[in-house]
């Protein structure tokens, strides 16, 4: 499969062939390249942001993931998000909902309100 390597703006186009648990990346420049081919193939991630109702309030807080998530939990993930409100104050970073999904990655704020 092809794909292109997000870890830079070089944004190398990498051939991955997957056979079993063997996976063969080329056309990167860098072992970072490498690291993310393979991991695309075998466990694909994403970073999720959203927005999260506040009690008493129309404007959203803006959400994200503090890590990746896999792919296949991200509607779940958004799921989450959207069944949630918090109460004010909140700071950049503070958790908004903790192992959200049962995925082990914590939803943190991305602003102060
Ligand atoms: S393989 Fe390395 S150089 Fe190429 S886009 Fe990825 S991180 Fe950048």
Redesign the pocket.
């Given at each position: 499969m092809k794909m292109i390597?997000?870890?830079?703006?070089?944004?190398?186009e990498?051939d991955v062939v997957v056979n079993g648990d063997d996976v063969t990346v080329t056309g990167?420049?860098?072992?970072?390249?490498?690291a993310?081919g393979r991991s695309e193939a075998l466990h694909p991630t994403r970073m999720v942001t959203g927005l999260v109702r506040i009690a008493g309030m129309r404007k959203p807080l803006p959400v994200k993931t503090k890590t990746a998530v896999p792919k296949d939990k991200i509607e779940a993930v958004l799921f989450a998000m959207h069944q949630t409100t918090v109460q004010l104050p909140v700071k950049i970073g503070d958790v908004i909902i903790p192992d959200v999904a049962e995925t082990g990655v914590d939803v943190v704020a991305t602003a102060n309100m």
């Amino acid at each position: 499969m092809k794909m292109i390597c997000i870890n830079c703006p070089k944004g190398c186009e990498l051939d991955v062939v997957v056979n079993g648990d063997d996976v063969t990346v080329t056309g990167h420049t860098c072992p970072r390249g490498e690291a993310y081919g393979r991991s695309e193939a075998l466990h694909p991630t994403r970073m999720v942001t959203g927005l999260v109702r506040i009690a008493g309030m129309r404007k959203p807080l803006p959400v994200k993931t503090k890590t990746a998530v896999p792919k296949d939990k991200i509607e779940a993930v958004l799921f989450a998000m959207h069944q949630t409100t918090v109460q004010l104050p909140v700071k950049i970073g503070d958790v908004i909902i903790p192992d959200v999904a049962e995925t082990g990655v914590d939803v943190v704020a991305t602003a102060n309100m």
